[in-house]
């Protein structure tokens, strides 16, 4: 990392290892091997862009009233994106102070 701190790889599954990185701040990291007790790098400089997290933007569109009901159901009528990755999304609504659904 930028300030010299180092962080120990850790093996996984098959031949993958993975390390946490706490981002905390904007700096630069790369990625270096202990051969014999040096520090052997094995990549150039990555920046790190330290960005707080924003809910992600959602925009909803009416259905065409053309269509009926049954044809509507299954239809996507949501946009959603996020900076970070977005795995999922749903919507739950009451209607007059009904259940929400």
Do not use: C
Not at 55 to 70: C, E, N, T
């Amino acid at each position: 990392m930028s300030d010299d701190q180092q962080i120990a790889l850790k093996a996984g599954e098959g031949n993958w290892l993975t390390a946490r990185v706490p981002i905390k701040k904007d700096g630069m990291y790369h990625v270096a091997a202990i051969e014999q007790g040096e520090n052997v790098r094995m990549s150039e400089d990555y920046f790190i862009e330290a960005r707080k997290d924003t809910p992600p933007p959602l925009k909803f569109r009416d259905p065409d009233r053309r269509q009926s009901k049954s044809d509507r159901r299954g239809d996507d009528r949501g946009q959603r994106e996020d900076d970070f990755g977005l795995n999922d999304m749903s919507l739950h609504y009451s209607v007059n102070g009904g259940p929400e659904k």
